[in-house]
């Protein structure tokens, strides 16, 4: 990799000098260079940023068909990963992860997947109209937390459906959690599968050697990374990297084309182009500062009474590793739930974490964090260690088994019109119409086109009496659930 090349900034260079022209604009967007912002928003944001919020024109390149900085910008990007070929995405990675299951993928083809996947991917299964094959993830009582598959369960799976395409791994979990990725690539390319990484929380992990390996060094086929996550992106602005023969670029180009706007934010693009270059220039250095704040914060939240921040070193002995620079902060001595610890933060302290549920709080920290904010966390916690007392409850992560049968498609079933409600206590049996999932855990205990169960009636029974509200229920109580019509 060129340094030298790589403190290059196509877009972001070529959006400069025209709006240092201050070229007139009687194209798309309307308010012209800002002009027509309202302006309480203009005299906060200042005027300048507007020229940058253009429309596609030869100067600034098309993004369904690049040819000039925004082709040099995603070239760059695939060198500094290492990988054949780099998009940038202005949809967030939910439209990379739908674009590796529709690039990789025909109709009808079946890939094995976590059952911990991100939202997207189903969306991705309906829209692919392949049959997605389930796996389990493992849960941590201890930790009240989630794992992704184990390679053993990987390679198990493909043992027992030989006729999967594909295998798609979330790594790094929103805890952090990545999997052993360099045994999985390993495992599936012996099985002349391809290998399909949600990597969107990982954007970072190749620019710093204390990080877990990245999914582009370990040797996967595709994966999908949130410049914006960690890195200084814009949000919406991430990156889908294919790296291997087993894919159809020209079919990845014809994709990421027909699934993202027409009108892409200029704005985003350069916050992609300069991201990279901030990486490849600084990242370890800035990263390296991240960790240290991050392990700094994880020590002295270990040394109050009611809270705890589970450690890499924890992870490993479980077969797994940790990006340290996310803390997931384990609120069950305290007598409240993660979300009621995430509200006490945001309303009296104006600290906003990024997820809880009843039992952690998980902490982000990104190349813009500083030792500042770490230690405003640490010291909310330790007054709200000392001021608030909770009342011990007795929850426990648990999901109930989940390799149900798949009887029809996702997308056969989403695109259906033949379906009703029935009592929960009476849809073992029937056929899920919809999606249902508690948090916690976050995973989805029905999914449409499965059978369900007696063990998962029985477990929305419980949710429903403890008046915990399931992502996915259409109703204000979950009495019902919607199944196909046979």
Partial sequence: MSIN???????????????????????????????????????????????????????????????????????????????????FLVNGSTVGNQAMLLSACNPGDSVIVSRNAHKS?????????????????????NLDILFDPMPEQIESALHQFPEAKAVLITSPTYNGITADLVKISEIVHRHGKVLLVDEAHGPHLKFHDELPISAVEAGADMCVQ???????????????????????????????????????????????????????????????????????????????????????KEIQARGYDLDVTKVTINVTKSGFSGREIDSILAKEYDIQVDASDLFNLIAILGIGSDKTDMTRLVHALEDIDVKYHGTAKNWILQIPSLTTEMVMMPREVFLSKRTKRTPITKAAGHISAQTLTPYPPGIPVLIPGERITKEICDYLMNLTEKELRVSGQETDTLRTIKVVAL
Avoid: C
């Fill in 226 to 312: 949130s410049t914006h996550k960690i890195l200084s992106a814009l949000s919406q602005g991430s990156v889908l990297h294919v790296n291997s023969e087993l894919i159809d670029i020209n079919r990845v180009k014809k994709v990421v084309s027909m699934l993202q706007t027409t009108s892409p934010n200029y704005m985003i693009l350069a916050s992609i182009d300069l991201a990279r270059r901030q990486a490849v220039q600084s990242g370890e250095k800035i990263i390296d500062r991240v960790i240290r704040i991050a392990e700094d914060g994880r020590k002295k939240i270990n040394h109050l009474r009611h809270f705890f921040s589970f450690t890499r």
């Fill in 121 to 141: 991917i189903l969306a991705g299964i309906i829209l692919s109209g392949v049959w997605p094959i389930w796996i389990q993830p493992g849960v941590d009582q």
């Fill in 5 to 87: 090349k790589q403190s290059q900034t196509p877009i972001f260079d070529t959006l400069l000098s025209r709006s240092k022209r201050k070229v007139v604009s009687f194209h798309t967007p309307g308010h012209k260079n800002g002009k027509g912002v309202d302006k309480r928003l203009r005299q906060y944001t200042g005027k300048s940023s507007y020229y940058f919020d253009v429309t596609v024109f030869p100067e600034v390149d098309s993004l369904h068909d690049p040819v000039g900085p925004i082709r040099k910008s995603q070239a760059l990007m695939a060198e500094a990963y290492g990988v054949g070929h780099s998009f």
